[in-house]
């Protein structure tokens, strides 16, 4: 064979290697330790100290071990990650083990609660632990996106830009959980706490908070309806909101698991009013009759919706809606009237209190008048 013929050939011959050791990695050449996660392959092992973790973080932990927490987590705290090739995370856990002791379930998490961060949590002085490593990641968890959950969300919005919002209006109907600690988890919680009003009963703890997200359509059509009574009333110019829109409770019946331990997969059932109600909004033509007509009633006292929210499947929580309710001008109802099907004249709906009403009803006539906020689950 000449060489000419030789060379010809070396370029192919070059190649056929090349992807022999592709396809077998034994032939290739052992690589240095590399200081990336074992994974991802793309981040920086997590160094702790001294000790430096085979992962990035815990979800590549979870995810190498296949998906299993309890293979990469600390065997005594679940928090942090284990000392590869040991069953704990240092010698702190491995003594408390052997020692016979048990991690308090009420104990704080050691590890910071923003989004992808492996640090400690801050001491404070006296030897308590805080919930995140500094001030500036407990204010950025306070106000994140909670689409994206990255970026800070922008002022009177649930989200950090137009990309994200649009992007959760084209996956509506959904609806998204909003993390504890959240600027938004705490004012629908304070509000749940703060409204609960029955005598002799104690309010329960709000365990997960969902925002509702409908269809742009959907949305349009509250804001159009919205703006109409805000035309005829003036509230704004009164110093109120547009339309006197103000945030109102509902009970009603879940069919399903929706929202239990993060579950936000809406059922199917025609009868879970739930689901419904979040997928399509309300519907004055399901509503039952009540003591004043055909409505959509809603109520400012949280202990009283908690009365109208039923399981069907049993739950350690129960299910609420906060809604956003268009109120504009309300004709104050001390009696009951169970022919309406319309709030009276010159009135935009219907304010059941005083009299023999204990607590408070809010009652609107029309689909558009109202629209589901927030899911709020809480214990039984």
């Known amino acids: ?39 991802c392959h793309l981040n920086p092992k997590y160094k702790e100290g001294r000790k430096t973790h085979p992962y990035c973080s815990k979800s590549c932990a979870e995810a190498n071990a296949g998906g299993n927490s309890s293979n990469s987590d600390c065997d005594f705290c679940h928090s942090r990650l284990k000392h590869p090739g040991h069953p704990f995370c240092g010698k702190a856990c491995a003594k408390k083990a052997a020692a016979g002791q048990t991690a308090s379930s009420k104990s704080p998490p050691s590890t910071c609660k923003a989004p992808g961060c492996q640090k400690a949590v801050h001491t404070k002085p006296g030897g308590t632990c805080g919930e995140y490593c500094s001030l500036s990641h407990k204010t950025l968890t306070e106000m994140l996106c909670i689409l994206c959950l990255r970026n800070p969300k922008k002022a009177n919005s649930h989200f950090c830009g137009r990309h994200c919002s649009h992007d959760a209006e084209r996956k509506g109907p959904m609806i998204l959980e909003v993390p504890a600690g959240h600027v938004t988890f705490k004012s629908v919680a304070d509000q749940f706490k703060a409204s609960w009003r029955h005598p002799g009963t104690t309010c329960p703890q709000v365990k997960r908070v969902y925002k509702v ?21 003036q509230f704004v110019a009164a110093g109120r909101s547009k339309g006197n829109e103000n945030r109102r409770w509902h009970g009603t019946r879940r069919e399903c698991l929706l929202g239990d331990n993060g579950q936000t997969q809406f059922c199917t059932s025609t009868t879970c009013s739930l689901c419904c109600i979040l ?21 400012s006292t949280s202990s009283k919706s908690n009365d109208f929210s039923r399981n069907v499947p049993k739950s350690p929580m129960k299910a609420i809606l906060l809604n956003k309710v268009v109120v504009g001008k309300g004709c ?36 558009d008048a109202i629209r589901p906020s927030f899911l709020v689950m809480y214990e039984v």
């Open 1 to 39: 064979m000449s060489v000419d013929s030789v060379a010809a050939h070396l370029p192919f011959a070059l190649s056929l290697l090349h992807a022999m050791a592709a396809q077998y990695p034994g032939l290739q050449k052992p690589q240095r330790s590399s200081n990336l996660c074992e994974n």
């Open 279 to 299: 997928r399509t909004s309300f519907d004055v033509t399901k509503a039952a009759w009540g003591s004043f007509g055909q409505g959509i009633y809603t109520s």
């Open 332 to 367: 104050k109802m001390s009696h009951a009237n169970k022919t309406l099907t319309a709030p009276p004249s010159g009135c935009d709906s219907v304010l059941a209190e005083g009299g023999g009403i204990v607590y408070d009803e809010l009652i609107v006539f029309s689909n």
């Open 213 to 233: 997200i409908l269809t742009p359509a959907s949305s349009q059509a509250y804001e159009n309806y919205k703006s109409s009574v805000e035309a005829r009333g």
